[in-house]
């Protein structure tokens, strides 16, 4: 391969993983908005006018991780 053609190759990459992060910036994570436990959240801070971008999560009460039957079912280590 020439240094040409890894030059192309590297810009093509760089294009490619541009493109990747634009669609997942731009298209997926406000979609994500509409999703049922995500939509809620936004909606359970909107209703309590809490700016996310101002929380620190060390003011936070614990957030759910996952759900309660998630602990029921699931074993780690038996």
Same mark, same amino acid.
Not at 21 to 27: L, R, S, Y
Not at 38 to 64: G, I, N
């Given at each position: ?10 810009? +093509? ?15 997926? +994570? ?29 003011? +936070?009460?614990?957030?759910? +991780? ?13």
């Amino acid at each position: 391969m020439t240094g040409i053609q890894s030059s192309t190759t590297a810009r +093509l990459r760089l294009a490619g993983g541009a493109l990747v992060i634009a669609g997942i910036w731009g298209v997926i +994570l406000p979609r994500m908005l509409e999703w049922g436990p995500v939509a809620q959240h936004v909606k359970l801070m909107e209703e309590r006018r809490v700016d996310p971008s101002a929380m620190y999560y060390t003011e +936070l009460e614990r957030l759910p +991780l996952r759900p309660e039957w998630v602990d029921r079912v699931l074993v780690l280590w038996p």
